[in-house]
């Protein structure tokens, strides 16, 4: 495609519920990252794909943030038994390779949990 | 201390002045830097990149970088109105891209 895709753009879960995030990269691009961004605050890693293989979830806040990416291009960020404190947008961004290439960001899903 | 810090604004300019926007890092051996700019409600937009020390001008922006003061910075020339938004410094630290939390620029007419 064009350009990085995120679905659903806006989601909101109640608290406990689990949500699927999803994001599809610009074709061709290797590495894959997703971002959380709070309010007010610039994006926070959360997770690293160089094709499908997780080489960093050092960012992950808890054990339960799951990511995947099993065919090295689609890749879903699973959040279960969702807290307020999850609410946030959370961006996806891709790249050609790992070192120095910029980061092609998606429009984000922003989760709300109530 | 923060991995990139930049001072969180907002920083108000008339319009047609130089904006200057600052970022210091903590890692030394950061190799890769960029400027994206973010409209709100929008997803950073990527406007600069610089990987050596010195100066780079693309159009109305110019980056600079000083790797022994660990210190990058963008300046905007020309400030417009549409210019208005954050800009987040992002620089390559532990095979990541790391955030500063981002300046507000803010022209006015």
């Known amino acids: 495609g064009a350009g990085v895709s995120q679905s659903p753009r806006y989601k909101v879960a109640k608290r406990g519920q689990d949500v699927a995030l999803r994001c599809d990269p610009i074709s061709g691009h290797v590495s894959l990252f997703w971002y959380q961004q709070a309010l007010g605050q610039g994006p926070e890693f959360l997770t690293y794909f160089q094709n499908e293989a997780q080489l960093d979830k050092s960012g992950l806040p808890s054990d339960r943030f799951f990511a995947e990416r099993p065919e090295g291009s689609v890749s879903t960020l699973k959040i279960q038994r969702t807290q307020q404190e999850d609410s946030a947008v959370y961006l996806c961004a891709s790249s050609l390779d790992r070192e120095g290439s910029p980061l092609h960001f998606g429009n984000g899903t922003r989760l709300t949990v109530t | 201390q923060k991995e990139v810090e930049q001072n969180s604004g907002p920083l108000s300019v008339p319009e047609g002045a130089i904006a200057s926007l600052n970022c210091t890092y903590s890692?030394?051996?950061?190799?890769?830097f960029f400027w994206y700019r973010q409209y709100s409600g929008k997803s950073p937009e990527l406007i600069m990149s610089i990987y050596s020390n010195g100066d780079k001008e693309d159009g109305r922006f110019t980056a600079q970088l000083n790797k022994a003061s660990q210190y990058v910075s963008l300046l905007i020339r020309d400030s417009q109105p549409s210019d208005s938004a954050t800009y987040l410094c992002?620089?390559?630290?532990?095979?990541?891209?790391?955030f500063g939390a981002g300046t507000r620029l803010a022209v006015h007419p």
């Open positions: 992002a620089v390559t630290g532990y095979n990541k891209l790391i």
């Open positions: 890692d030394r051996g950061s190799q890769s």
